[in-house]
Each structure stands twice: as C-alpha cells, then as structure tokens.
C-alpha cells in the first residue's frame, strides 16, 4: 500500500525567507513523487513531479524539491518565499510497482502562510 | 493555456437524488480522473478511466456510483441515490497520453456537491 504523509498542518514563514514544506512517502515500489499547489476556490496546479534522475528537482514559480531514497522523503522548498506562495500544498505519490493505474495517493496538506 | 474545467461550481441536492457532475478535460488527454475532498480531509481517489473503461477503482466507488464519456468532450460522474456522506469537494482531472504512465494529472477546480 502507498501513504504519503505531511508533519505540518501550517507554515508560517516571513516573506523573503526560505520555505520548506515537508513530505515523506511509502510505496512498495518505486516512487513517482509530485507536488501541487491549490489557491482558494481553484482547483490543483501541478508544481512538479520526481520520476528518476537527479534527486533535485525544479518546478514553476520557483519551487524545487529533493528526493531523498533513504529517508523517504520528498521535501518541497523556495528559496526565497512571497506573499503570493500563501496556499495550501499536496504532495502525491503513485507506486509504479504496485499496479496503480495513475491513482494518486495525497497527503493531507500543509497551510502555506508568508507574512509581509 | 488549456485547463480542466467543470460544471456545475456547486450543487446542491436532497438525499436520495441522482447527480450528475461534469468535467471538460484537456482536449487531448486521454486519462480521466475523479478524486473527492471531504471538507477537512485529504484528497481521496475515486477512479480512472481511459480507453472508454474503467481502469481502477477505490473501495469508494461502490455500486452507487458510475462514470460516462458520453461524447468526445465531456467525462461525467453520476451519483446514483446521494448520501449525507457524499458532500464533499469532487474533483476532475485528466492526463496527456503517452508511452509513459508518470504524466502529471492536470485537476479542475471541483464541483461542491451538498447533501441535504
């Protein structure tokens, strides 16, 4: 069975400052890692995804995220944070050993909130 | 930039009522999607759907509910007799085809379905 799992319900961070967003992941195989953003009253946007290669990978609006095999994690940063980052974020995971036809297994989400 | 849409942004119905919620995916794709949101929990994944069939289901998608591509546009989710417990945020989503199965899933903005 796949989980994905989310420490932090809320990030406050001041605006300028770096931010990170954690995730950690379990899958009975490989991993296909992604992240999404959701702004209020919108639906998902895709921010970026792992699938294999480099562990460090970059996304839009600035947004990366280092995948980490022996601690399975996925932790989702900015390095430096705006106003407008203020969201809530999902990590996803899909195990491409499971059988999984594209179903997504989501965490629950962690609150985004830049202070000027 | 094309986008997933859906119709209605809200509805609401009496329990025991038939629903019908609808989703426009992105022209080319050929995935579907429907995941839901209960208010305060995570995303949860419904079904897939891809070549006129359904492809993979959760313990969710019971008898009650179904899904339809009845035309070249439109990708719909009927809920048979509506439950309390269905109220929640339903979320469409597609994916572009290819040879590979780690396409990121582009979501619409959700149907709210309420279950008096």
């Known amino acids: 069975a796949q989980s994905v799992a989310q420490p932090e319900d809320q990030v406050n961070v001041a605006e300028g400052n770096p931010l990170t967003v954690k995730c950690t992941y379990s899958?009975?195989?490989?991993?296909?890692l992604f992240w999404y953003v959701q702004y209020p009253n919108r639906g998902l946007q895709f921010l970026l995804k792992y699938i294999t290669g480099d562990n460090l990978v970059k996304g839009s609006y600035g947004f990366e995220a280092e995948f980490n095999k022996s601690q399975t994690s996925f932790h989702l940063k900015k390095p430096s944070a705006l106003v407008s980052d203020s969201a809530l974020y999902f990590c996803a995971v899909r195990d491409i050993g499971g059988g999984s036809w594209g179903k997504l297994q989501f965490g629950a989400g962690t609150q985004v909130v830049v202070t000027p | 930039e094309p986008e997933v849409t859906q119709t209605p942004s809200h509805q609401v119905t009496q329990m025991g009522q038939e629903v019908i919620l609808r989703c426009v995916p992105i022209?080319?794709?050929?995935?579907f999607y429907w995941y839901r949101q209960i208010l305060g929990q995570k995303v949860e994944f419904l079904v897939s759907?891809?070549?006129?069939?359904?492809?993979?289901k959760s313990e969710i998608f019971d008898d009650q509910f179904s899904v339809e591509r009845p035309d070249g546009s439109n990708f719909t989710l009927k809920i048979r007799s509506t439950k309390l417990e269905d109220s929640a945020m339903y979320f469409c989503?597609?994916?572009?085809?290819?040879?590979?199965?780690?396409?990121?899933?582009?979501f619409g903005p959700g149907t709210r379905l309420t279950v008096l």
């Open positions: 899958v009975s195989g490989n991993p296909y």
């Open positions: 022209s080319n794709h050929l995935y």
């Open positions: 989503a597609s994916s572009r085809p290819s040879g590979e199965s780690y396409n990121e899933q582009f």
């Open positions: 759907f891809y070549n006129n069939e359904i492809s993979e």
